[in-house]
C-alpha cells in the first residue's frame, strides 16, 4: 500500500497488514490479513475537516469486499464508490473534525471485513496467507484545498439545467410521460417553453416552429429528428415503462383518440380510422389487412425506435423533400429503419439512453422524481397530480396468454431496452443514495441498508436541494420574481394569463406553497406580493407568511385595478438562519372550485392566485 496525500503525511501502517507487492497497472498495494481488522495510523491538523480517499485494487472474494466497512478513531464512515479503470474500487469519504479533536489530531483509520480467506482454499493455490482486500492508494485532504473530485462537486449524475441551451424531453406515448412534462416546466420560464410537438404534424413544425425562442422542448417527435430540428445536441431526458403494459395502453389510447393522425391518416386510412374501436387486442394480432398491418407497425418496440431511429438528411431542406413524397407521416418514420438492423437500432438505443441527463421508470416513478430532484438540484416531491391516466384499459390479466406471448413477441427489442434500463436505473439509484449519506449523512446512518427508508432519503434530498440550490445563485439584496418564470420552489400549479392581470400562478393543491431565494443577510428586507385573486374570502384571509420557520406580520392594501398589495418585514437575522431562505405561503385550506360551484369543472384544489412578488432592502 502507498500512500500519497497532497500535502505530506506522516502514515504509520499498524496491525494486520502483509508487506507491500506491487501491480503492474495499480502501483503498491498491501493485502489486509490475516484478522479481519487492518489499521493505519495518521497524524492530522485537530481543527480541520478532511476527505478521504482510498483504492481496494482486489478482493479475495466479491462478497468480502462488499462487508469492508472504515472506520476513523471507531466512528464508521460514510463512502461513495466508483470503479477506476483498471477495474479496481476507489471508496470516498468525510472525516469531521470532531472525529479528531479529541485525540489531538491522531487519526486511526480501520478496514474492517467479515472474514479473511486463504487463496489456497478457494482455487489450489499455494498461498496460504489470510487475505481480505488488497488497498493501493490512501489520500487525506483537508476540505478548503483543491481535490479532484471531491465530494462537495457534482458527481457524475448531476447537470445543472439553466446554462444548457437546449432541454429536449422525449415523451414515448403511454409511460407517464404527460405527467413527469408538467412536472418539468415548472423549472423553466413559461416564455421559454416550446409547444408541445406531435410528430403528425411535423411538416408544420419545419414550415413554422422556431427552435431559437425557446429552451425546453417536448414531444413525441423522434430523438434524430429532434437534434436535427434543433441543429445541437440537446440535454436529453425520457421515461420508459414495462413494453406489454405499454403496449396494451397505447392501443387502448388509439381505440379512444381520433386525433391520432399519425395512423389514421397513414396510407390513406382516414376513412377507414373507426375501424380500430370495434376489434379487441387478439384480433388486431390475427388479422392480416394492410390497414391492422400499419397499426402494429406504429406500436411495435416504439420505444426502441423513438431513441434509435436516424435521420439520413445533412440538413432541414433535405427532410422536408423526403416527406412530401409521402401521403402522411408514419410511412416517412418507417422508411427510415428499413436499412437498419434490429440489433442495431437496440444499440443505438442502449448507447442514447445511457447518456441522457435523466431517464426515469414508470413502474418506479417515485424513485424516479427522487432521481430526477437529485440529478438536476431540485426539490424532491412526493405530492404530484397524475395526468392524462386511461379512463379504463384492458390489463395483462385480461388478455389470453397467447395474446400477451405475441405482444412480447411484437416487442423484443423493447423487453431486452427496458431490461437495460431497469439495471441501468438501479445503478443510478444506489450511486444517488450513496453520495447523498456520503455528504450528508450522520453517524445514526451508517449501519443503514440499501435502500434508504423514505423519510432519511427526503431530508437528504431536502438538503442536497439546498446546496446546489445555493451553489447556482448569489446571494440578492434585490428580487422581482414574476410566477411565469422558472419556480424556485414547489406547491404551484402551472402558470396561467389573465386578461388583465398577465401571468398568475395558483398556490396548491396544499395548504403550503414554498419559494426558496438566496438572500443577502446585509440588512433587513421588505417583501411585497400581489394577490390577483382567492378560491374564497375565507382562504385570503388565512393567508400567512412565514420565512425561515419565523411568521412574517403581513399588512394589506387594496389596489385601484382590484387586487391585493401584501407586504411585510424580514429581519436580518431570520435571513441569517439558512444559507437559503425558504418562503411559505399558507392557507387554511385549498378547495376545487368544482366543490363551489357544480358547473365548474376545475378539480385543482386551489388557494390564492399570485402575480409578483418583490423583495428589497427596508431602506429603499
Known sequence: MSTAPIEPLDFKIGNNFYLAEEHPDHGLYRWTG?????????????????????SVIAAITPQVLDSLVVLANYRPLLLVTSKDEHGGTTFKGYIPQDVIIHTDGLLRLTFKVDETISPSTLNGSDDSRLLGIAIGQVMLQPTDSSWPNQINTL????????PIEKVLFLHIPKTAGTTL???????????????????QDLPNIIEEYDFDRYHYFRGHIPYGIMKLLLRAEPACLTILRDPVERYISAFAQLQRNKRQK??????????????IDKINLPELFNGTSRRLSVFKAYLRNQQTRMLAIRNKFNDIAGMQADISNYDSILPFLLEQELDVKPEQLLTEAKKRLSNMAFFGLTERFQDSMFLMAFTFGLPALVDYQTLNVAPSRPHQRDLPPETIQQIRAENQLDLQLYAYARQLFQERYEHMQYDLLARYGQPVHAQLALPLPQTILMDLLAQHYQWRHRQRTNPARSI??????????????????????????????????????VLSDETDLRITFSVIAAVSQEVLASLSLIVNEQPIGLAMKRADDGSFNFSGIIPKAVISRRPVSRVVFEVAKTIAPSQLDPAH????????????????PLEA
Request: proline content about 8%.
Open 601 to 616: 369543472d376545475d378539480d385543482r384544489p386551489l388557494g390564492i392566485a399570485i402575480r409578483w412578488l418583490k423583495i428589497n
Open 181 to 199: 412534462a408538467a412536472i418539468l416546466e415548472q423549472y423553466f420560464d413559461h416564455d421559454k417553453i416550446g409547444p408541445f410537438l406531435f410528430t
Open 155 to 162: 458527481s457524475s449524475l448531476e447537470v445543472d439545467l439553466q
Open 480 to 517: 422581482t420574481y414574476c410566477f411565469d418564470q422558472a419556480m424556485p420552489g414547489r406547491g404551484w400549479h402551472l402558470p396561467e394569463q389573465h386578461p388583465d392581470f398577465g401571468p398568475y400562478r395558483w398556490s396548491g393543491p396544499h395548504r403550503c406553497s414554498i419559494l426558496d431565494f
Open 34 to 54: 490475516p484478522a479481519r481488522n487492518a489499521e493505519v495510523f495518521v497524524k492530522l491538523k485537530p481543527d480541520q475537516d478532511y476527505y478521504l480517499e482510498f
Open 262 to 275: 399519425t395512423v389514421h391518416n397513414s396510407l390513406n386510412l382516414a376513412k377507414q380510422s373507426g375501424s
